[in-house]
C-alpha cells in the first residue's frame, strides 16, 4: 500500500514499484506510482523506452492507499496493460507499428525507488503471463508460476539487509543499497533517508572501476586504504561526503580514476520500517 499523506509540489516525484533505468537519461523500463495533488490519488504507470528516443507508457489514475493491491505491468512489443488485482485498468496499443521491445541496458533492478509505502512479492518475467496466473491479493505467500521467472523477492527471508530471490537465478539484492560512482577531483555524497544510517560498506574502490550500482569491481587498479578511508568517514552517519582525490587515496596508477562505493542503508534505533514507511 502507498502512504496517504499530503504532498508539496516539489515532492511530486515518480515513486518506483519496480524499475531497471538510468536515473539520468530515464531510458529503461519502470512499474510506478505518480503522486496527484490530490491527497491518496495516484497515477499508476508502467513505462518502457523503445530506442531513438522514444518511450512507451500506459497510465491509469486511481486512490491507491491503506490497503494493499496486487499490481501488475505487461508488455509485449505492442500492447501495454496494467492490471489491479488480476483486472485490467488500462491498456495502450502500438499494433499498428512494428513491435518494439525494451532496450538492454546495465543498469540494476532496483525495488522501492522514492516509495512511501509497504511493497512486498515483487516478480520480474521475460514474458507476458496471462492475468489468470497472476495471484490476486498480496502478500500471498503463494509460488509464481516458473515459466519466464527471472526474479522473485518475498522480503520474508529474515537475512538481515540481503534479499533472496527465490527464482532459479539466485540473483540477491540489497535493501537498503546506497551506492555512486564519482570522478576524481569531485566530491561524492552518500545519504541515506531521514531516520537511517549508513551500517555497513560493501566496496569501496578508488581507481579504475566497472560495473554498476550494486555490482562495482575492480578493473586492475586499486587504492588498497579504500575501504578504511570510506568507512572512517561514513560509518554511522546519515550523510558523509567524500572529497575523491589521491592525496587522500594515494596514487594506485596513472590515467582516469573514480571513487565506487556500495553502502547499506539500515534503520536508525526507534525506526521500525525495514526501508520505506509504514
Known sequence: PAERRLLQDNELSIMKIVSKMSDYSQKGYWLALEPTSDAGVFEFQLGVYVGSENWRVTKHTMDMTDTWYHVAGSYDGQTMTLYVNTEAVATTSYDLEAPKYNKPNQQPVKVGVDFYGNIDEVKVYNT???????????????????????????????????????????????????????????????????????????????????????????????????????????????????????????????????????????????????????
Open 128 to 278: 507476458a503471463i496471462a492475468p489468470s496466473l497472476m495471484t490476486g491479493m498480496c502478500p500471498s505467500g503463494e509460488m509464481a508460476p516458473e515459466s519466464g521467472l527471472i526474479a522473485y523477492y518475498r522480503f520474508n527471508a529474515d537475512e538481515g539487509f540481503i534479499a533472496l530471490d527465490g527464482s532459479a537465478h539466485a540473483t540477491h539484492g540489497v535493501i537498503g543499497l546506497l551506492c555512486q560512482q564519482t570522478a576524481e577531483g569531485h566530491t561524492m555524497t552518500l545519504s541515506c533517508p531521514e531516520g537511517y544510517h549508513i551500517s555497513e560498506i560493501l566496496f569501496a574502490n578508488f581507481g579504475v572501476n566497472d560495473g554498476t550500482c550494486g555490482a562495482y569491481v575492480v578493473d586492475g587498479c586499486s587504492a588498497h586504504d579504500s575501504l578504511a578511508v570510506v568507512e572512517g568517514q561514513c560509518l554511522s552517519e546519515n550523510t558523509c561526503e567524500l572529497v575523491v582525490d589521491q592525496s587522500i587515496y594515494g596514487r594506485p596508477c596513472s590515467g582516469p580514476k573514480t571513487l565506487a562505493v556500495n553502502a547499506v542503508c539500515s534503520p536508525d534505533p526507534g525506526t521500525t520500517s525495514p526501508w520505506g514507511s509504514e
